[in-house]
């Protein structure tokens, strides 16, 4: 979909965080229009869970987005270096996550991409959620434009996702249920050697208990995130506000959340290599090692050098 780089801000000399858009995405005007429009409504929000977006813009064919940048790792590293988490540690990330997708939700904003690479850490433990709203602009692509602009991720999207229909809050709150059970698990819950066979599994088949793949967490936590991941919508939490409101609920009164997950053996689809084959469909990964470039005036760096360093956590 885009590459990051690291860059500097020469006029305010802080670090920023420039996404650049693939020119496959650019040159389809039904996404841009729609990208405009949900960049500016992600760069009004302004939460401690959420990346700030500084500045959207373009530069001749180029289409970027400059956003805060943050020194940390992204959620999908943490899990692979350190899955599963112990409980506390994952409702605490869980909790920040639903605290910044529920604030956009009650700005009227779906997030539509939530998972593990679109959420970063901080080395105190502060979560920020990134990426508000691209995917969301993919799912307004004509009908015939969606099978070759993929939008959203297959390892974290809904059923209701996968069937292509539009995004709304309670399929975010799907995401993050994934999201819950990888770190509380060190594993995915579908399985697919492709988009097709695991927006089939999301469909279709029952995620596996929480509490079976790892019985280090309890069965009350584990009945929460099968809630979470409800086929139905309607069955799940309607909000990632109120999907935090449980957690922290849990959180206070969890006797159990000091019990130490068991480590799990390993393997499963988030440590092997065909599940990532899988998920790079949807990710663009390669690129420019480093690059110098000026940004056109009128943006908001304009006129200054900007170094630019691919950043990618892989
Ligand atoms: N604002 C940011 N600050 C620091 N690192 C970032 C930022 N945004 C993204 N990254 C890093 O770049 C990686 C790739 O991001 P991105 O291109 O959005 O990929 P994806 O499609 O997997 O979300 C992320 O997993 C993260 O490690
Ligand atoms: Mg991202």
Same mark, same amino acid.
């Given at each position: ?7 500097? @801000? ?5 670090? #920023? ?8 995405? !650019? ?7 729609? *990208? ?15 990346? $700030? ?5 373009? &530069? ?19 899990? =692979?270096?350190?899955?599963? *988490?112990?409980? &506390? =540690?994952?409702? @605490? ?16 904003? #779906?997030?539509? @991409?939530?998972?593990?690479?679109? #959420?970063? #850490?901080?080395?105190?433990? $502060?979560?920020?959620? %990134?990426? *508000? ?34 995004? !709304? ?5 799907? +995401? ?13 819950? *579908? ?7 695991? +927006? ?11 509490? @079976? ?9 584990? =009945? ?14 309607? %909000? ?8 922290? !609920? ?7 959340? $000091? ?10 689809? !988030?440590?092997?290599?065909? +599940?990532?084959? +899988?998920?790079?469909? /949807? ?21 200054? /050098? ?7 956590? =892989?």
């Amino acid at each position: 979909m885009a590459v990051i780089y690291k860059a500097q @801000d020469m006029l305010l000399g802080r670090a #920023v965080a420039v996404k650049i858009l693939r020119p496959s995405l !650019t040159s389809n005007p039904a996404f841009l229009e729609r *990208f405009r429009e949900e960049a500016r409504a992600a760069a009004r929000l302004a939460h401690p869970n959420i990346v $700030t977006v500084h500045d959207v813009g373009q &530069d001749r064919s180029t289409h970027y987005i400059v956003m805060e940048f943050v020194e940390g790792k992204d959620l999908k590293r943490l899990i =692979r270096e350190a899955g599963p *988490f112990s409980i &506390d =540690r994952a409702l @605490d990330i869980a909790i920040q996550i639903c605290a910044g997708v529920g604030y956009a939700h009650r700005a009227d904003l #779906v997030h539509a @991409d939530v998972k593990p690479q679109n #959420v970063l #850490v901080t080395d105190d433990g $502060t979560v920020k959620v %990134t990426d *508000f709203g691209i995917a969301q602009a993919f799912s307004y692509s004509a009908p015939g434009e969606r099978q070759s602009v993929v939008w959203g991720s297959p390892h974290y999207f809904s059923p209701e996702q996968a069937q292509g229909e539009p995004p !709304t809050p309670a399929a975010d709150v799907y +995401a993050i249920g994934v999201v819950l059970f990888e770190m509380l698990t060190g594993e995915l819950p *579908f399985k697919g050697k492709d988009h097709r066979e695991l +927006a089939l599994a999301h469909i279709r088949e029952e995620a596996p208990s929480v509490s @079976d793949v790892n019985p280090g967490v309890p069965r009350k936590l584990g =009945r929460i995130v099968r809630k979470v991941m409800a086929k139905e919508p309607s069955a799940r939490y309607r %909000t990632a506000d109120q999907l935090g409101r449980i957690l922290e !609920t849990y959180r206070r009164q969890g006797v159990d959340t $000091t019990t130490p997950p068991t480590r799990c053996s390993g393997g499963g689809s !988030t440590g092997g290599r065909p +599940a990532d084959a +899988a998920c790079g469909l /949807w990710r663009a990964r390669r690129g420019c090692g480093e690059l110098q470039r000026r940004h056109a005036a009128g943006s908001a760096v304009a006129g200054v /050098w900007v170094s630019l360093r691919r950043r990618d956590g =892989r």
